[in-house]
């Protein structure tokens, strides 16, 4: 019997049991070559946690971590921080926050960075790739306007380094600011982002994105502009399935004319699949596919609180529509309070008399599809079997270098009896699967490939 006073199970009534499957991978990538001391690091794994003095603890001990509890600060890159009950950052992410895959020429993130980069002319947008991770949750959410009840805001889903700073989860984060500072009418920001997410072959907690933005300037000619920008953009020869640039679900904003958004929403779509029809171009060549079948794409309405309206782009590959970026025709709202946290919490100066457009691409799972990478987690291994693979510039195939088959363990745990909820909705105290998540990430590391729940049950 656990006899630890800050043990949340002791002070429970109900009690719930959750079996959880982990497939621990046996691992492409990973350094011991025998299977059996695989076996034996899955065994210890195990036994680390089996004999963990009380299981009720483990969600406990997560919510608020011992060593975290104790000391009131904690560093990351170098800087101290300071620590509440909001503090969630555990030691596996902290050490994926000096990686920086995106600024190495020869991984595949940073390729295809290069890559994406290319097809935007420098002179028309500023090139970030260095702006730090920790930011302000002024920054991540309310510079864009999402709200302080918004489900990706919960502890749950975000990495919070205290109550008001966070690991940003998107590069959206550095929108306001660069909207300010940008000494050209467009820019790319790209970086490392985190969330609190499962994990599976295709969901790392640390990714990669690269934000664009493009303004004008805003006066009577701006549709006229923006139409001219269309017609020097390199042409494209792909199948589009389209939506219309704007409707009742998907409306424009006040303010804008219907020309305006619409000349606005083409020049943002006309430019993106530039870039979608380099990228897979390029897969495909790579991938020794000649077929002279053209890549399929399709626009979806989609919804973010600071674009409007809003669209996601998918492609068809492999039999399957992949979803690659999320944009939009920028809120006036964000330019207006853009800069106003960083100038002086007083002042808001923002960017006036300008409109644009701003995109966000997830960098992993387009480098997956173009260097043939089957799992997201092998970007982050060490192994040069993995890392000399690849060359600067160059786009090639992934050859697998060593496999072992899938291996399923069984594990029966106790846990704190409150809802099994979806999204905490920011509640410091309500459990969530992904805790559990981040405690055998936590214990087994990258050995552990998928962790599902089998079966809640409270009858034991
Ligand atoms: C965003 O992050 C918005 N900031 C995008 C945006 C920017 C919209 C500017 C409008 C204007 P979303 O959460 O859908 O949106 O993520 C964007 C892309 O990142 C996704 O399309 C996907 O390619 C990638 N992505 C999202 N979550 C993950 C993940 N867990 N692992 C890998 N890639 C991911
Ligand atoms: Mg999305």
Not at 78 to 89: A, C, H, L, P
Not at 322 to 328: D, H
Request: net charge negative; aromatic share 10%; charged share 20%.
């Amino acid at each position: 019997m656990c006899n630890q006073t800050n043990c949340l199970w002791i002070r429970s009534r109900a009690w719930l049991t959750i079996i959880t499957k982990i497939l621990l991978l046996l691992a492409v990538g990973q350094t011991s070559p025998t299977m059996a001391a695989v076996v034996r690091r899955q065994l210890a794994f195990i036994s680390r946690i089996s004999s963990r003095q009380c299981s009720r603890c483990f969600y406990s001990s997560l919510a608020a971590p011992q060593s975290q509890k104790q000391q009131d600060e904690i560093t990351l890159l170098d800087q101290s921080y300071r620590t509440d009950e909001w503090t969630n950052i555990s030691n596996p992410i902290i050490d994926t926050l000096s990686r920086k895959l995106h600024l190495q020429p020869s991984h595949p993130v940073g390729i295809l960075r290069k890559i994406i980069e290319a097809r935007f002319p420098e002179n028309q947008y500023t090139r970030y790739s260095e702006l730090p991770p920790v930011v302000t949750t002024q920054q991540n959410f309310d510079s864009l306007g999402i709200p302080a009840d918004h489900p990706g805001r919960s502890r749950t889903d975000t990495y919070y380094v205290n109550a008001n700073t966070v690991l940003r989860t998107h590069t959206s984060a550095h929108q306001a600011e660069t909207f300010r500072s940008c000494p050209t009418p467009g820019f790319l920001i790209s970086a490392d982002v985190y969330r609190r997410d499962s994990i599976d072959k295709s969901h790392y907690p640390s990714f990669h994105q690269m934000e664009g933005a493009m303004l004008w300037n805003w006066d009577k000619d701006t549709a006229q502009t923006v139409e001219n920008d269309i017609a020097k953009l390199p042409k494209v020869d792909l199948v589009v399935e389209d939506v219309p640039a704007f409707h009742d679900q998907n409306p424009k904003q006040q303010g804008h004319t219907d020309e305006e958004s619409i000349a606005m929403s083409n020049h943002l779509k006309r430019t993106l699949e530039g870039v979608v029809e380099e990228i897979f171009g390029r897969a495909r060549l790579a991938a020794g596919n000649i077929s002279d079948e053209k890549l399929r794409v399709r626009w979806i309405d989609a919804y973010f609180p600071f674009t409007s309206p809003s669209y996601e782009l998918e492609v068809f590959w492999e039999g399957q529509w992949l979803e690659l970026l999320g944009c939009g025709v920028v809120a006036q709202s964000v330019l207006e309070n853009a800069g106003s946290s960083f100038a002086s919490s007083m002042l808001t100066i923002g960017v006036r008399n300008k409109v644009g457009w701003a995109f966000g691409i997830g960098l992993d799972r387009l480098a997956m599809v173009l260097f043939g990478v089957p799992d997201i987690r092998l970007f982050w291994s060490r192994d040069e079997r993995f890392l000399k693979q690849f060359s600067p510039g160059k786009v090639s195939q992934f050859k697998p270098f060593s496999k072992y088959p899938d291996c399923y363990k069984d594990v029966a745990f106790w846990v704190n009896d409150s809802k099994i909820s979806a999204a905490g909705g920011g509640q410091v105290s309500t459990f969530h699967e992904n805790d559990i998540m981040e405690l055998f990430r936590e214990e087994g590391g990258d050995l552990i490939e998928d962790v599902r729940l089998v079966s809640p049950s409270d009858h034991i």
